[in-house]
C-alpha cells in the first residue's frame, strides 16, 4: 500500500484503480477546455500521440466538424463519429 506525503495510507482500491493499466488502442478523447466561443480537445491517437485540436483541423484522417464541452465530432470519408468524454 502506498503512502501519501501526509502519512496517511492510499486505500487498497484507490491504489489498484491509479495503477490499472488502461488499453487504449484508438482514438479516444482526453479533455476540453477553452471558452465557449473557442473549445479545444486533447485526443489520443492509436499510437498514444496526443494532439490538441480546434474545430476545422484534421486529426488522423479525419476532420474535426465541431467541439462541446463533453464530445468532439469527426467526419471521416463521409462517416460521422462521435468521441465522447468517459462517464463517472
Known amino acids: 500500500m502506498a503512502t501519501p506525503t501526509d502519512g496517511t495510507p492510499t486505500p487498497e482500491k484507490?491504489?489498484?484503480?491509479?495503477?490499472?493499466?488502461?488499453?487504449?488502442?484508438r482514438t479516444a478523447l482526453i479533455g476540453?477546455?477553452?471558452?465557449?466561443g473557442a473549445l479545444q480537445a486533447l485526443i489520443r491517437l492509436p499510437?498514444?500521440?496526443?494532439?490538441?485540436?480546434?474545430?476545422g483541423d484534421s486529426i488522423g484522417g479525419?476532420?474535426?466538424e465541431a467541439i462541446d464541452t463533453d464530445r468532439v465530432i469527426l467526419t471521416r470519408?463521409?462517416?460521422?463519429?462521435?468521441?465522447?468524454l468517459p462517464q463517472s
Not at 499510437?47 to 474545430?55: L, Q
Not at 470519408?77 to 465522447?84: D, K, Y
Open 47 to 55: 499510437k498514444g500521440e496526443i494532439a490538441k485540436v480546434s474545430a
Open 14 to 25: 484507490v491504489n489498484e484503480l491509479a495503477t490499472t493499466t488502461a488499453k487504449l488502442d
Open 32 to 36: 476540453v477546455f477553452g471558452t465557449e
Open 77 to 84: 470519408r463521409g462517416s460521422q463519429h462521435v468521441l465522447a
Open 62 to 64: 479525419a476532420k474535426v
